[in-house]
């Protein structure tokens, strides 16, 4: 099966549905980390990130690219891009209640190796302090190995101290195991918490400063192949400008 065309496919079929749906909110960012002591390819990494978020009447549309950027040793520099592009299609509404609205959920993930397909349902909640809460369950369709599954919490909560903005916000993606391919099953749990500088710099777009911690178990599901368990825990500064 060809996943770049199917992918490519669901792509053009998003954008020609947004050239006339209406548009409620949107959003873009670009953010800058650094860190240390990950445990994959080397141990000190920079990453530029870039962020697209809209909410319209068909669906929602989340899309990010990961520029990876390393200082190797005897392999010299390394960099890496990743990207991946997530429509959720609109099934129904809801007025009130703990469930906000119902999905077709899809997420095409691209990397210089592979690109996988992710196909299921998801849903958005109604949780009082939350800005945003979903939740999505897949089937993935694997490029390099097995079918498999995966789960994917997202939640963004604001709050104020002393007059000042803050925000705590990320996800949580679980996947299974693959027996076919011998690939462990995986958890990524990623946080940011930031404060929104853009009072104190005299500008109306968000600026934040503060960290993101990720916790990913079994990175890149590569612990069964490899005989040992790759856990990465790694927090790294954080700067992330919304226009």
Known sequence: MNFTKLALATTMTVTAGAASAETFFYDNSVSVLYGQDYEVIESDQAVVTFEHFSANSWGDIFVFADRLMSTGDEDGDQTQTYIEVAPRFKVSDFDGGLVKNLYVATTWEMSEDEDNLLVGLGTDFNVPGFQNLSLNAYQRLNDNYENNYQTTLVWGVPFAIAGQNFMFDG???????????????????????????????G???KVYVGIEHATWDNKFAIEHSSGFDTKENVVSALVKVHF
Not at 176 to 201: G, H, I, P, R, V
């Open 171 to 201: 996800f949580w993606d679980w996947a299974t195991a693959t027996d076919e391919d011998n690939k462990a099953a995986t958890s990524n749990f990623t946080y940011q918490l930031k404060w929104d500088a853009a009072q104190a710099l």
């Open 203 to 205: 500008t109306d777009n």
